[in-house]
């Protein structure tokens, strides 16, 4: 028997989520940014820049950015780790990906842009100073397994940062609903033309585990010292872990 998992709240064939999350993101990269902005009134940004900060890329470093998109955190690490560095933007999706080498390119920042999978990633132990995955993670079929593979290509010492949705409090939780299925899907509609693209992140958010659960899966992975930071209330957190 083949294994199911979740798209959203729907349950399908694990094979099939591969396809259907490329649909979606097939669909939105083009007003990718744009609706970002929209739906998070730019503190998606500031999230970002949060998230640079806490890695502390030094000139020399060697980055992994997974599920790298537009390229938003690719951009400050090309910067950062200078010319003696090296850091890769990687998405499984290909339209997000030219998205965002059109957009470092267009930027004069020059960098090795691949198309690979963050379950089965094509780099040898122990390779990168620095791993991070923005807003991709949720996305993913099998997690857990992601998040063994990026502690295997971190470097002894080296840090895993992974900023996703997460779990506001009980008391915020009737208005973030209403924003998430009522107006997010209706401004998915006006701006990108695909309400049901944004119907599914914001299903997809929800069924993402939550700051504590996401923690223990990144020590089963072999991360020590993981914390998290909670961002505007748990909409967003950001999780760290060493490779030791």
Request: proline fraction near 4%; hydrophobic fraction near 40%; charged fraction near 25%.
């Amino acid at each position: 028997m083949s294994n199911t998992t979740h798209f959203g709240y729907t349950t399908v064939e694990e094979d099939q989520k591969v396809h259907k999350v490329a649909e979606v993101f097939h669909s939105v990269a083009a007003k990718y940014d744009i609706m970002n902005d929209v739906m998070s009134g730019g503190l998606h940004r500031i999230w970002k820049i949060f998230t640079v900060a806490q890695a502390g890329v030094r000139p020399g470093f060697k980055v992994l950015d997974i599920a790298g998109g537009t390229g938003d955190l690719t951009k400050e690490f090309v910067k950062q780790a200078g010319k003696t560095g090296e850091v890769w933007h990687t998405d499984i999706n290909e339209s997000m990906l030219r998205v965002g080498r059109d957009r470092l390119l267009n930027k004069g920042l020059i960098t090795p842009t691949l198309l690979c999978d963050a379950e089965k990633l094509p780099f040898p132990d122990n390779y990168f100073d620095r791993v991070t995955v923005a807003f991709g993670l949720r996305n993913m079929t099998h997690k857990d397994q992601a998040l063994a593979e990026m502690q295997r290509v971190l470097k002894p010492g080296g840090k895993l940062l992974v900023l996703e949705f997460s779990k506001v409090p009980d008391v915020l939780q009737k208005p973030y609903d209403l924003y998430s299925f009522k107006i997010l899907p209706w401004m998915g509609q006006k701006i990108a033309g695909d309400a049901e693209s944004y119907r599914y992140l914001a299903e997809s958010i929800r069924m993402h585990p939550d700051q504590e659960t996401l923690k223990n899966m990144m020590e089963t992975a072999g991360l020590e010292k993981v914390q998290y930071f909670n961002l505007t209330a748990g909409v967003a957190a950001l999780h760290t872990g060493i490779k030791l």
